[in-house]
């Protein structure tokens, strides 16, 4: 659901609702009705592209929505919920399961938009108190020039071997509605350019903002603009999903490695991970759009812990998008990238990631980290974003420096053994460790699930793992 889309303008509403009530012969109904339609004449007057109007929007809509809740209770005599399931589903389908339907999925019916109402209303409340919330922890974001110094103008961070987003991606970590945002501002030329819808906004923002500098903060603006009021405007945003910390090891697989160096991928459920050899054979480009190569997104935490996820998922997943930014919300990273696996061995590695871009001493540490710990087949490649078709073998790169480049018979010979069958490796550990718990023969210590506070590029504070199971 698209969070930040308003609920539709009082006319639209006094069109559909005022024939209704002028019908309606019960005058109880008719007076909650009316009621209903001034509370939505009422939310159209606040202004939308101010801060100071956010709460007032937010209880306004919460007030729209129990009205239209009481409708359907007291008029209606149905909960708005199953409306909406009625309308998903469709009539036939739950008489074909036996199951009771509300009569409510007819065409034209204004009963079917109210419901939707009740829950557009809500779900932009519960979205204007996070816009809200976000502003009061990051001051620094309310004004347009600090907020253009921190995402467009400032180089990426490097703190140590860790990095940041760069410039054009770096609203993405800090979006509350988790929007895809591609856009590039160069301060020299004053040049901007965009890659997607969102990425249009954002230069309309920035050329407001250069004739008026009382412009309002960027995700202000965009509440009077058509990506927040439209269906249709909303509906072409793709949202990219961005990991709580609470969430992370339940969404995303952990990859680690046991003291035998099987390379083991698990989930966190319950209270304990599953794990299995790492593989990812699976993965074609019916499944990513970086999947042709059966390789997974990964980030290489500060923390030293690896975690994967399918690259822009195009199927079997909630979210439109999961970037190399999801991981972590855009927080800072030691390495990322694209990495594939066969039978509990890696067998490719790269630093592919447009978000991070990065350097080959980002990847070279990591080879280095999973090398020593025997992760890798005998037959795998590491290979340089930007350098494909020239692969290294995981030893050579890590001890030549990351800039080295094999000859092209090296390289045609290291192509050639990547797609060589791999020798079974030796049994994996237990399939159920609990976190935290001693080690076990053929596993490594479980992810721990504490938490500390860290900094991410953008300023914002982030939460990442104090500690856990290094790769």
């Not at 939310?43 to 109007?53: C, Q, S, V």
């Not at 399931?85 to 339907?101: C, H, I, M, V």
């Amino acid at each position: 659901m698209r969070v930040w889309r308003d609920i539709p303008p009082a006319r639209a509403w006094q069109t559909l609702l005022q024939p209704v009530i002028d019908s309606l012969k019960n005058r109880e109904t008719q007076v909650r009705m009316s009621n209903l339609l001034d509370a939505i004449k009422l939310y159209d007057l606040l202004r939308k592209d101010a801060i100071d109007t956010l709460e007032d929007r937010a209880r306004l809509l919460d007030i729209i929505a129990d009205q239209v809740d009481e409708i359907f209770a007291t008029a209606y005599k149905f909960h708005v919920g199953q409306v909406a399931r009625d309308t998903k589903t469709g009539k036939a389908a739950l008489k074909a399961r036996g199951e009771t339907s509300s009569a409510f999925y007819v065409k034209g019916d204004h009963k079917i938009p109210l419901a939707a109402l009740s829950r557009r209303a809500r779900t932009k409340a519960g979205y204007l108190r996070a816009l809200a919330a976000h502003y009061r922890s990051h001051a620094d974001s309310i004004n347009p020039q600090a907020f253009i110094d921190i995402v467009f103008r400032a180089p990426q961070v490097k703190q140590g071997k860790a990095i940041g987003l760069v410039p054009g991606v770096r609203l993405e970590g800090v979006d509350p509605a988790g929007r895809g945002w591609e856009v590039t501002w160069d301060p020299g030329t004053d040049d901007i350019t965009v890659a997607n819808s969102m990425g249009i906004y954002a230069k309309r923002w920035l050329t407001q903002l250069r004739r008026d500098a009382t412009t309002p903060p960027l995700f202000v603006w965009l509440e009077a603009q058509e990506v927040c009021r439209t269906k249709d405007e909303a509906g072409q945003v793709n949202t990219v999903k961005m990991v709580g910390d609470e969430e992370l090891r339940s969404t995303v697989w952990t990859v680690h490695v046991t003291d035998g160096g099987v390379v083991q991928q698990g989930k966190f459920v319950e209270d304990g991970y599953r794990w299995e050899p790492f593989d990812t054979q699976w993965v074609t480009g019916a499944d990513s759009d970086k999947g042709k190569h059966h390789t997974l997104a990964y980030v290489w935490t500060t923390h030293k812990e690896l975690f994967c996820e399918l690259h822009n998922p195009r199927q079997g997943r909630e979210w439109d998008s999961f970037h190399h930014s999801s991981f972590l919300r855009g927080g800072l990273v030691l390495c990322a990238g694209m990495i594939g696996a066969r039978q509990g061995k890696i067998i490719f590695i790269n630093n592919n990631s447009g978000h991070y871009q990065p350097s080959p001493a980002n990847l070279q540490k990591l080879v280095k980290h999973l090398n020593k710990r025997s992760a890798f087949a005998d037959n795998a490649v590491v290979e340089l974003a930007g350098r494909e078709g020239t692969p290294l073998s995981p030893a050579a790169f890590a001890a030549s420096g990351a800039v080295a480049l094999p000859s092209a018979p090296a390289a045609a010979a290291a192509a050639a053994a990547a797609a060589a069958p791999l020798a079974p490796p030796a049994a994996a550990g237990p399939a159920w460790v609990r976190p935290g718990g001693a080690r076990q023969p053929g596993a490594g210590n479980a992810p721990g699930i504490g938490a500390r506070r860290g900094r991410s590029e953008t300023g914002c504070t982030s939460r990442s793992t104090r500690r856990g199971l290094h790769a």
